[in-house]
């Protein structure tokens, strides 16, 4: 029996504000435990929710950026969550009518571009985090009432690399948006997956199993393969999928399990009395839109028109410093292809040669613009090119300065000077030119190495190719 898999996300992202979702305690990640809190935050009696401004656009934006009907009137509820990592006993949320509904993004498949829809965007607030030893457990609050988005998709994806395609695809957004910072690692955005399976053409769901807190793009796929080959073992052999909670061990890549679901939990919803609804103005929803950082597939786009390949495009676009570093350098060079290999390959060799980020990197945009032009019109190769960064980046200096003082000088592309070396090295070897005619093509390579050598490298080795090239088919 053949199965198929359903598989539904559910993507928690931590928010990007200076203030919680209802205090005005400060947002920071890595600071000492229970420093970062208000007296909200831990329930005190008298304390009163105020909604985070700032979250609300931010949800605005991902929610325009995820194709989403808009609620202009924000509603929220209480969850009743009575666990010691909520000291009041329920979580504000929204679960009525959320703020953004019925969406979609479109990934790219084996078998082409897939839209996967979604099915609501909501805000609330996290947690606190908790430190469990042998007999007893610490609570560190400064995560309790950071502001979240919650992201359900429909149950739409077949496998874990479509699932894996959809959560990168909301980590861009998310990122580009300036909603969060995306870190998996620190918990910035954590997902849930809902995996079932059931015989191919049938329409029922299968029994749901839930993988929790995957907090990489890897791990959600591994965990999502494992999770639909276990269920299908269990089926092959005649028994019953559970309705159970796991998590994904990365050591072993396996699911393990946490805990077993018996009935539907009944949070006891109702309306947040604390909270009368707000009415959102349309200027309000438009200026949030309008004032949105451009997003990642349209930077996507423009890159891919200035010239890019779509691979390096990605690398550039993985990290939104580095995209700002490119975006400030492309415009002053003919080519944003080569601007985007200095960065790709020499500025990210420099950064992870010496543990930094690019924002801590001294040399500017500018600077590496003008190297870059050096190279497209002033006749310097690459190499000397690199030689002139390496100088700049270890001494502080200008360009023009550190080409001044490596005595770098630009190279011969005089077509009459450069024959009087390649009729030379032709002359004084013979058995190249025997071998070239063979088919061998290093011959050529150590003819032209040959001419850099005769002329201390200050010939074109593009333009010297071409001119071999061409006395090799008159011999």
Do not use: W
Request: aromatic content about 6%; charged content about 25%; glycine content about 6%.
């Amino acid at each position: 029996m053949n199965f198929e898999a359903v598989i539904g996300l559910e993507i928690h992202v931590q928010m990007k504000t200076k203030s919680k979702m209802f205090s005005s305690a400060p947002v920071r990640f890595s600071h000492e435990p229970n420093v970062n809190i208000a007296p909200l935050d831990m329930a005190f009696p008298g304390t009163m929710p105020v909604v985070n401004k700032q979250a609300v656009i931010n949800a605005i934006r991902v929610a325009n950026a995820l194709h989403m009907t808009i609620d202009h009137t924000l509603y929220f509820d209480r969850k009743n969550y009575f666990y010691s990592d909520l000291p009041k006993g329920f979580q504000i949320t929204q679960q009525a009518r959320p703020i953004g509904k019925d969406g979609y993004v479109v990934v790219d498949t084996p078998s082409g571009k897939k839209k996967i829809g979604i099915e609501r965007i909501h805000m609330e607030e996290d947690t606190c985090k908790q430190e469990h030893f042998m007999d007893y457990t610490l609570m560190d609050y400064n995560r309790a009432g950071t502001p979240l988005v919650e992201i359900v998709s429909n149950p739409e994806m077949s496998n874990g690399s479509e699932a894996r395609q959809y959560a990168e695809a909301i980590r861009n957004i998310v990122l580009y948006s300036g909603t969060s910072d995306g870190k998996m690692e620190e918990g910035s955005l954590r997902v849930d997956t809902n995996v079932s399976i059931r015989p191919i053409g049938t329409k029922q769901f299968g029994t749901k199993v839930e993988v929790k807190n995957l907090n990489s793009f890897k791990s959600v796929e591994l965990a999502i393969d494992y999770e639909i080959e276990r269920q299908s073992q269990i089926l092959l052999k005649g028994g019953k999928v559970q309705q159970e909670t796991r998590r994904f061990d990365e050591g072993s890549g396996k699911t393990v399990l946490m805990r077993v679901k018996t009935d539907a939990v009944d949070y006891k919803y109702f309306c947040e009395p604390n909270i009368t609804p707000i009415k959102l103005s349309d200027e309000f929803v438009e200026n949030a839109i309008k004032t949105c950082p451009e997003l990642y597939d349209s930077k996507m786009e423009r890159y891919l028109k200035a010239g890019l390949l779509k691979t390096d495009a990605e690398i550039i676009l993985s990290d939104p410093d580095t995209a700002s570093f490119f975006e400030e350098g492309m415009g002053l060079v003919k080519s944003a292809k080569d601007f985007a290999n200095f960065v790709i390959v020499e500025i990210n060799a420099h950064l992870n040669k010496n543990g930094i980020k690019i924002k801590e990197l001294s040399l500017k945009p500018a600077a590496l613009a003008e190297i870059v032009v050096m190279q497209e019109s002033g006749g310097l190769s690459h190499k000397q090119c690199v030689n002139i960064l390496e100088k700049v980046i270890a001494d502080g200096i200008t360009p023009t300065e550190a080409k001044a003082e490596l005595h770098i000088e630009a190279q011969v592309s005089d077509t009459g000077t450069l024959m009087g070396f390649v009729t030379a090295v032709l002359d004084a070897n013979p058995q190249s030119i025997t071998d070239f005619k063979a088919g061998k093509d290093r011959a050529l390579g150590y003819l032209v190495g040959q001419v850099m050598k005769a002329s201390h490298g200050k010939v074109n080795a593009a333009e010297v190719s071409r001119l071999l090239k061409e006395e090799l088919d008159k011999r």
